[in-house]
């Protein structure tokens, strides 16, 4: 896999925890793609949770609106997730997906689409108490 999540962990209710999703640069440069979080719960469909532009612009789930927080770091060719304030609802399995600049519009602006080209193998969150 092009991307690699890291982070994922299990903590108590109102807790917090930081996501990662990296590639190497010389195979992926995320500078030109789309970048979103994806997460699956047992027995459920995956949705999406966040997800930022080339450009900077970001859009969240409204589950996770005023918690989570979407950010890039392209000189590291990794982009975040801070997640806080986290329900045992938010567990899930997170994967990170990437897609060119130029479809950022519409699987990301508009809305959180799945039509994403490249994918993680995901990283496990886990909130119980």
């Known amino acids: 896999s092009l991307l690699e999540e890291s982070g994922g962990g299990s903590v108590q209710p109102g807790g917090s925890l930081r996501l990662s999703c990296a590639a190497s640069?010389?195979?992926?440069?995320?500078?030109?793609?789309?970048v979103a979080w994806f997460r699956q719960a047992p027995w459920k469909d995956r949705e999406g949770v966040s997800c930022?532009?080339?450009?900077?612009?970001?859009n969240y789930a409204e589950s996770v609106k005023g918690r989570f927080a979407i950010s890039r770091d392209n000189a590291k060719n990794t982009v975040y997730l801070q997640m806080s304030s986290l329900k045992p609802e938010d567990t899930a399995i997170y994967y990170c997906?990437?897609?060119?600049?130029?479809?950022?519009?519409?699987?990301?602006?508009?809305?959180?689409?799945?039509?994403?080209?490249?994918w993680g193998r995901g990283t496990q969150v886990t909130v119980s108490s």
């Open positions: 640069a010389s195979e992926l440069d995320l500078d030109y793609y789309a």
């Open positions: 930022i532009t080339n450009r900077g612009r970001t």
């Open positions: 997906a990437a897609v060119p600049a130029e479809y950022g519009a519409g699987v990301c602006e508009d809305q959180i689409g799945p039509q994403y080209d490249y």
